[in-house]
């Protein structure tokens, strides 16, 4: 407890219409070897009996509060109310339907009041019936500033934070795409000390009812610019025929091989504490030479001209314009395959034929279809 009395770590769990379902997960927050803690669970206005199952764990465990907001049908708010009520030097997240293992606070907190302003660990993702689906590895764990741009990198449930790095963030956002990203990125941008644990102390539900599942794509990143949605359209089909995968692919590789090997001597490129790190290294670098794909192509205009671009599950229209900027200067092999694939499409214009934008490797965090991103970190599940 610290000196003001008030519990070391504040964990915020938003929920809507859990009912019982959400019971394992509260008590494995009850379960924890590290007790020094407070749960807020906040329900999104559920209208089943959500808040008087949590009511009757309260009842019994002081530790637990229950929470209720009007519903927004979005975690962001919930986690901030949350976030308010609470007064944990460290705040940390469960998202209603994941769990940790025991030892995740004790863990987190280490790492924490060793130093670090942020702490992300390793998981597991599972199905409905408990088995894996897919098991994090040392490489998951590597963590560098250019990489938190160009995709998500932790769950909710795996990250726990100092409360004060919120006032140099700002809160979580609402907004169509992926909030975590969001945060994780202004976090990252406000200079903060990030570690990671290859551990995996949290379960988390692959499930295909899931929110992430139903975002909305509102942000783009252009792959090549014409001047017309006819030759956008015939680019597309190009792109996406398997001979122009093939070249992409290997474009792909040489493309994230130099990048890597630049990432791999900055001097912010984070490794897992708990992990050798030449095996992690060399994790991360297979893990990211997954074979590209495209996934869902967009025409989309953009003064007077035609864009062939993919959707990107970021929250603003400011981070889609830095990823295509950031991803301009990583993806030259890509950029030279795509000119030549499409090269010859646009003769209507004196200018060159093609302005191509760097393709990006299809961003697959488990679990969730969601947009395209260099070197993304996570497999699908």
């Not at 942020?118 to 500033?145: C, E, I, K, Q």
């Not at 790190?277 to 590209?292: G, K, S």
């Amino acid at each position: 407890m610290t000196a003001t009395g008030a519990p070391t770590v504040s964990v915020i769990c938003p929920t809507h219409n859990r009912s019982t379902a959400i019971i394992p997960t509260i008590a494995s927050v009850r379960a924890q070897t590290f007790r020094d803690w407070q749960l807020v669970v906040v329900s999104d206005g559920s209208t089943d009996d959500t808040d008087s199952v949590v009511a009757e764990i309260a009842h019994a465990d002081h530790r637990v509060v229950v929470a209720r907001i009007d519903h927004h049908g979005h975690p962001s708010p919930a986690r901030n109310a949350g976030i308010d009520l609470t007064d944990g030097p460290i705040v940390a997240y469960l998202d209603h339907d994941d769990r940790w293992h025991p030892e995740h606070l004790q863990r987190v907190v280490d790492v924490v009041t060793g130093g670090a302003d942020l702490v992300a660990t390793g998981g597991r993702y599972v199905d409905t019936t408990g088995a894996t689906t897919f098991a994090t590895s040392a490489g998951n764990a590597v963590w560098h500033p250019e990489m938190q741009l160009l995709g998500p990198m932790f769950e909710p449930s795996r990250f726990a934070h100092r409360r004060e790095l919120l006032a140099r963030s700002g809160p979580w956002r609402s907004g169509p795409g992926v909030e975590d990203w969001d945060l994780l990125l202004r976090m990252s941008d406000a200079d903060a000390r990030f570690a990671t644990l290859a551990a995996r102390t949290v379960d988390m539900l692959t499930s295909t009812s899931a929110r992430r599942g139903r975002i909305r794509l509102r942000h783009h990143v252009p792959l090549a610019t014409f001047a017309t949605a006819r030759l956008a359209r015939t680019a597309a089909d190009r792109l996406t025929a398997p001979g122009a995968v093939a070249s992409l692919r290997a474009a792909y590789t040489a493309d994230v091989t130099a990048w890597f090997d630049r990432l791999r001597d900055d001097p912010r490129l984070v490794l897992p504490l708990d992990a050798d790190a030449e095996l992690a290294v060399e994790e991360w670098r297979r893990t990211r030479h997954d074979p590209v794909d495209l996934g869902p192509l967009a025409v989309v205009a953009d003064e007077g001209r035609y864009s062939v671009a993919q959707p990107v599950a970021c929250v603003t229209a400011h981070h889609a314009s830095r990823i295509t900027a950031a991803a301009q200067t990583i993806r030259t092999h890509h950029r030279r395959v795509i000119a030549d694939l499409c090269g010859d499409l646009d003769t209507t214009t004196p200018e060159p034929a093609v302005r191509p934008a760097p393709h990006r490797a299809t961003h697959v965090h488990p679990g969730r279809r969601l947009q395209p991103a260099v070197g993304s970190i996570t497999k699908e599940r």
